[in-house]
C-alpha cells in the first residue's frame, strides 16, 4: 500500500494553466511511475501484468483519453522495459471502491492518516469540553492502524516520505509506505503549517492506491 498526501506549506509555484487543468492526471502519473518502485520489479519470462484501477475519474473524454496514453506509454520507458513490465489498455480501468473490499480497506486507512495529519483528533463540537464519541472511535483507529504499521517500521513517522535504507528496491518490496509529495518548483509559506495559529488543516493526504 502507497499514500500519498501534499502538505500545503509548500506552494507551487511557475505552474502554467495547461498543468493546473490537468492536475490530478500529472499528479496520479508520478505516482504511479515513482512512488511503488515499479521498475524494482524482478524481471519474469513472460514479463509482469500490471493493472490500473482508478476511482471514477474526474473528466471524460480527451483528458482520460491522453492520461490512458501516457500510462500505456510507461511500458516502453527503457527502465519498465527492464523489468518487463506490460500494461495492456483493457487493463486500465474505473471502478467504484464500494464494490471492492480492497479498495474499501485503503479507504479506512486513507481516512484515518488524513484525519491524523489534519489534527481533527483534537476537534471539540462547538461549545463542548470534550470531544465526540466519534471523533475518539477515529483516533483508536487510527492507533490501531499506526500500531501495525509500526510493527513493520518502528520508528515511522506519518508526515513525512519512507525511507529506503539506502535501498532503492525498497520501493516495490515494502509491503507499506507513505510519500510527502513536495513540488520541484515551490515556495515554502510558513503561515501555512501546522505551527502557525491561524492554520487548523495543513496536509491533506492526496492519493492512495495499491498495486
Excluded at 479498495?103 to 479506512?108: A, E, M, P
Excluded at 470531544?131 to 513493520?152: S, V
Amino acid at each position: 500500500m502507497r499514500v500519498m498526501f501534499r502538505q500545503n506549506s509548500h506552494r507551487p509555484q511557475g505552474l502554467t494553466r495547461q498543468q493546473i487543468e490537468n492536475e490530478y492526471y500529472m499528479l496520479y502519473y508520478q505516482f504511479l511511475k515513482h512512488a511503488f518502485g515499479i521498475r524494482h520489479i524482478s524481471p519474469r519470462h513472460g514479463g509482469t501484468r500490471l493493472r490500473l484501477y482508478f476511482d471514477r475519474f474526474p473528466d471524460t473524454g480527451p483528458k482520460v483519453e491522453r492520461f490512458k496514453v501516457l500510462l500505456l506509454a510507461l511500458q516502453s520507458a527503457p527502465e519498465f522495459r527492464a523489468a518487463r513490465v506490460c500494461i495492456a489498455p483493457e487493463d486500465i480501468a474505473e471502478v467504484h471502491s464500494h464494490d471492492h473490499v480492497l479498495l474499501q480497506c485503503l479507504d479506512v486507512v486513507l481516512g484515518a492518516m488524513a484525519f491524523r495529519l489534519n489534527d481533527k483528533h483534537r476537534l471539540k463540537p462547538e461549545g463542548a469540553k470534550r470531544r465526540g464519541k466519534r471523533t475518539i472511535a477515529k483516533e483508536k483507529l487510527f492507533r490501531m492502524i499506526l500500531k501495525e504499521i509500526r510493527a513493520l517500521y518502528p520508528r515511522f513517522n506519518i508526515g513525512i516520505s519512507t525511507g529506503i535504507g539506502g535501498q532503492p528496491s525498497r520501493r516495490w518490496s515494502d509491503p507499506y509506505r507513505h510519500w510527502a509529495f513536495v513540488p520541484a518548483e515551490s515556495e515554502y509559506d510558513e503561515s501555512l503549517t501546522k505551527s502557525h495559529p491561524q492554520k487548523e488543516n495543513p496536509a491533506w493526504p492526496t492519493s492512495v492506491s495499491d498495486a
